[in-house]
């Protein structure tokens, strides 16, 4: 998942340099989301992965 936030954070910074704003604008929003999901399964797989032995 980390992986695709990252290729989109790329995506956006491609086509604000060829002045694409609402294509930047909408894969910059995306790999926010995309990037606070994984953020947030990362957490909850330390906090429950933490109980089992």
């Not at 704003?21 to 910059?28: F, S, T």
């Amino acid at each position: 998942m980390l992986r695709l936030s990252i290729a989109l954070i790329i995506i956006a910074v491609v086509a604000a340099i060829f002045g694409f704003g609402g294509i930047a604008a909408g894969a910059a929003y995306a790999a926010k989301i995309v990037f606070f999901i994984a953020l947030a399964l990362i957490i909850l797989s330390l906090i429950f992965g933490g109980f089992k032995k």
